[in-house]
């Protein structure tokens, strides 16, 4: 039996719900063998949530370690600083066949608006290798600039990160703009526009948006298209999000 290998690009976190830990439970509930190259440790501290990005030339050496592995698809998540994004942009640019899935993720703390919007910067040049992007509400206002707060505004801003550079933009409204759904919106490369609703559930929701990028790639790597990748993974989430532990959605195993 043929082993598919798909690879996350993401950082580490320590409660295990989000982060590498939800891309390689998610891989595995696909039946794919998941490689990590990490960007980052992470730490609950006084101060609250720490990020420690993970030194740039030793994860350069991740990079380069994984240099021969043929992979089928590739997840990238939380990069910590524009060096570590500079290495996964020169590593993407040398595999442009290979399905990629860019979670945007923009860490937002009190005073640091200027390094978000750096890296904000940053990603959009990540945008044309990306097959999908799935930026949460919060990220895709910053990195389209357009104020979201229905879903005409959220096709408007997946139009707009498409001009950017983006071939398929799933928006993740999530239940922000909604009391009784989760509501996520899919503007693809022709143009078309998918509603992806789902009924919200109130239990623990750590790690679903690294999941659900996941469950994409896992989808891509499989041999769907965008549309059944992202239709697949909103129902995985669904599940993941219904058998959810207090530290976050990993403990849905797909049958």
Aim: hydrophobic share 45%.
């Amino acid at each position: 039996m043929k082993t598919d290998y798909i690879l996350t690009i993401a950082g580490n976190d320590v409660l295990s719900g989000g982060g590498m830990q939800a891309d390689l439970a998610t891989f595995t509930a696909h039946s794919l063998y998941g490689f990590v190259a990490q960007t980052c440790l992470t730490a609950v501290t006084e101060e609250g949530f720490e990020i420690i990005p993970v030194a740039t030339d030793i994860f350069q050496k991740q990079l380069d370690s994984l240099a021969q592995v043929p992979f089928v698809a590739i997840k990238v998540g939380l990069l910590p600083n524009e060096a570590i994004a500079q290495s996964v942009l020169d590593f993407l640019k040398e595999r442009p066949h290979i399905p990629v899935v860019l979670d945007p993720v923009l860490v937002f703390k009190e005073n640091e608006d200027q390094e978000v919007a750096r890296m904000g910067e940053f990603m959009r040049q990540l945008f044309p290798l990306a097959t999908v992007i799935t930026p949460n509400l919060k990220e895709a206002q910053l990195l389209s600039q357009l104020s979201l707060i229905d879903t005409a505004s959220m096709e408007a801003a997946a139009v707009k990160l498409q001009a950017i550079g983006a071939h398929h933009a799933v928006i993740k409204g999530g239940a922000r703009l909604t009391e009784d759904e989760a509501l996520d919106v899919l503007v693809t490369e022709d143009g078309s526009v998918e509603h992806l609703c789902a009924p919200l559930l109130k239990r623990n929701n750590q790690g679903a948006g690294c999941t659900f990028a996941s469950a994409i790639a896992s989808g891509l790597a499989r041999g769907l298209s965008v549309v059944e990748a992202t239709r697949a993974a909103k129902d995985f989430v669904y599940q993941a999000i219904a058998f959810s532990n207090d530290y976050g959605v990993t403990q849905y195993e797909k049958n």
